[in-house]
C-alpha cells in the first residue's frame, strides 16, 4: 500500500481526486471480498453436503487425522494457523 503524499502540497481539486480515486479502490476491494466470500460459502456448502452422505452411508466423517488435530487445537490456548499443506489438503478432499 502506497504512502498518502505530502496533503498540505495538494490542491483541493487534487484531493477530491484522490478521495475519488481510492473510494473507487475501495470499492473494487469489496466487489473482490464479497465474491471470495461466496465461493467459500459455496465450498463449505459442498463440504457439508458430502461429510452428510458420508454419514448417512454409516461412515464416521472424522478421520484419525482430524481427530489428532482436534486434540491439538483444543490443547493450544491461542488460535490455530492453517498451514499451507493443510490448505493443499482441503483442496484435495
Known sequence: MEALPDLATLS??????LIRRLLAEEQEVSYRRRLLH???DILRAELVQRLQKTVAGGQSPLTDADLGRLTEILSVKAAPRISEEELE?????
Do not use: H, N, V, Y
Open 38 to 40: 461466496g465461493k467459500i
Open 12 to 17: 483541493d481539486a487534487e484531493l477530491k481526486e
Open 89 to 93: 489438503t482441503l483442496g484435495k478432499d
